[in-house]
């Protein structure tokens, strides 16, 4: 499944305060995927939900099932949360892109989690209400935020939208880029061979 997705306005304007504060692109935690994740280490931080990217951090690009390097860690995240505390928040699936949430409802058969509906993409601040009123009403009282992880292999948008409102980070690398969204494949490439490099060195100079 593979549609044309819009262009991430919000993403775009929110480069410039990326530009001006490095520090926003710069994880909790950093893992090849999320079987290297140590969950039980996150929820010592407070964390208590956790919000999956979907497209090369649960599956390969487009794919309706979880990819077999992901698979040990969606079971460990799962014993360790429980699958009610988690979601998935894509910039596709689940957005104004996916005609009548056709994809989000396939993606929740085949994935057995639920997928965040958002009018507004990451890393918009509308985007975390929509993530905090969903917790909010599975859980029936109000998240913070804080207790709350980002795991995404984006940094411009996954690993910035978490950082902006005070969530714990989780950033990946890409399972694949075969089939991979074109602009994606070009972001990413200056996201981890510009702005994570730069971010680190100015907080190893800080």
Known sequence: ????????????RTLWRVICEPRLVLPTVEAPTISEVDFAA???LGVVAVVFDKDNTLTAPYAKEVHPLCEAGLRECVAT????NLAILSNSAGTLDDEDF???AAFEKT????????????????????????????SGEKLSPSKIAMVGDRL???????????????????????GDNPVALVVRF?????????????????
């Open 156 to 178: 411009l948008t996954d690993i910035v939208f978490g950082n902006l409102y005070d969530a714990r980070t989780v950033h990946v690398r890409p399972l694949t880029l075969k």
């Open 190 to 206: 200056f996201e981890n061979r510009l702005f994570l490099p730069l971010a680190k060195l100015v907080r190893r100079r800080a």
């Open 81 to 84: 949360f429980g699958r009610e």
């Open 111 to 138: 994935l057995d989690l639920p997928v965040i509906r958002h009018a507004v993409k990451k890393p918009g601040k509308e985007c975390m209400d929509e993530v905090v009123k969903h917790f909010e009403t599975a």
């Open 42 to 44: 996150l929820r010592s």
């Open 1 to 12: 499944m593979h549609w044309r997705q819009s262009l991430n306005l919000v993403a775009v």
């Open 102 to 104: 056709a994809a989000a």
